[in-house]
């Protein structure tokens, strides 16, 4: 029998066990479609790869939500692969790829997401834009724990992203100058993260007697602006997007332009995007991170170079 709770904090070790398993079959499934990922497959074969993987193999018959399996520019979809024809772009040579894909285990699921050059090799811009994505997940991991604001969390990742970006030259100016601007919500428009179990956006989000929905640009998507209690399970899923629409929208802000290297951010203009999620437990002096699946530029590109045969 599952056990519900609408606070959303994890009780029993049952459930901790079967999340972790559903995670395991997840990183693991992801993995195999990284190694048989190249360019001029399809999208949808990588989600097969993956679906065939976490059934055959996982045992997991279900998945958690419609499978996202980007490359190239509908990297900067936030939720495609939900059309009435998902996933059918060709993945072309130095595209960067953003999958992301959850298993479902005993009514549980998992959610994660890798991002990864098609060709196993990434090049100084996609090292760029992942460095900076990954730098904002390791600065919230590392400050997680029990009694933390889940919106101070996400602006503590806003502000990573923004200095790295700075680092490269993409933006210029003070990073607390550029967030009360709103320029974060421009490169990544979502929220940090979002409980998680039985459901992939589970419940106690927003309950009574806990803080309200935030209204600035970029917190006011989170779903839960709530402090972390030990047992809850949340994803950490900090993103950089070249978002068409966003992008011209500060380049014809007045405010915003002026922290924007219009000149470097041309370069981008066709990346995409990059998303990094982990699945986490918060425990009484941090997290546990129950996420087995390569992250580092090294990590990724040392996986990638075991290239299996596509079936």
């Known amino acids: 029998m599952l056990f519900l709770c609408f606070s959303r904090v994890i009780k029993t070790d049952y459930e901790k066990e079967v999340m972790r398993y559903a995670t395991k079959v997840t990183c693991n499934a992801h993995k195999s479609v990284m190694a048989k990922c190249k360019p001029f497959m399809y999208e949808y074969q990588c989600e097969a790869n993956f679906l065939h993987y976490a059934y055959y193999v996982g045992g997991c018959r279900h998945v958690g939500y419609n499978n996202i399996c980007c490359s190239g520019m509908n990297g900067a979809v936030l939720h495609y692969g939900h059309a009435t024809e998902p996933n059918s772009k060709e993945i072309h040579d130095g595209d960067m790829c953003l999958f992301d894909m959850g298993a479902s285990y005993s009514g549980y699921t998992a959610d994660v997401t ?10 100084d811009d996609q090292r760029a834009i992942y460095n900076a994505v990954l730098a904002a997940s390791r600065a919230v991991m590392n400050a997680i724990k029990p009694g933390v604001s889940w919106v101070d969390m996400h602006i503590l990742a806003n502000k990573v992203t923004l200095r790295e970006l700075r680092e490269i030259d993409l933006l210029r100016g003070d990073v607390d100058e550029m967030y009360e601007a709103g320029l974060a919500a421009i490169f990544q428009p979502h929220g940090l993260g979002h409980l998680l179990g039985i459901d992939v956006h589970d419940v106690g989000g927003y309950l009574e007697g806990h803080p309200d929905r935030p209204l600035k640009p970029g917190v006011k998507a989170l779903r839960t602006a709530r402090n972390l209690e030990a047992g809850m399970a949340l994803t950490v899923e900090p993103g950089c997007y070249f978002i068409e629409p966003l992008l011209k929208r500060a380049l014809s802000d007045p405010v915003l332009s002026r922290f924007l290297n219009e000149k470097v951010l041309k370069r981008f203009w066709k990346f995409g995007g990059v998303r990094i999620e982990d699945n986490i437990f918060v425990t009484e ?27």
Not at 116 to 122: L, M, S
Not at 285 to 310: D, F, H, L, Q
């Open 285 to 311: 002096r941090g997290i546990e991170n129950y996420t087995p699946v390569p992250r580092t530029v090294e990590e990724i590109e040392e996986w990638m170079s075991k290239k299996e045969t596509v079936a």
């Open 114 to 123: 890798v991002s990864f050059p098609a060709n196993g090799k990434f090049t």
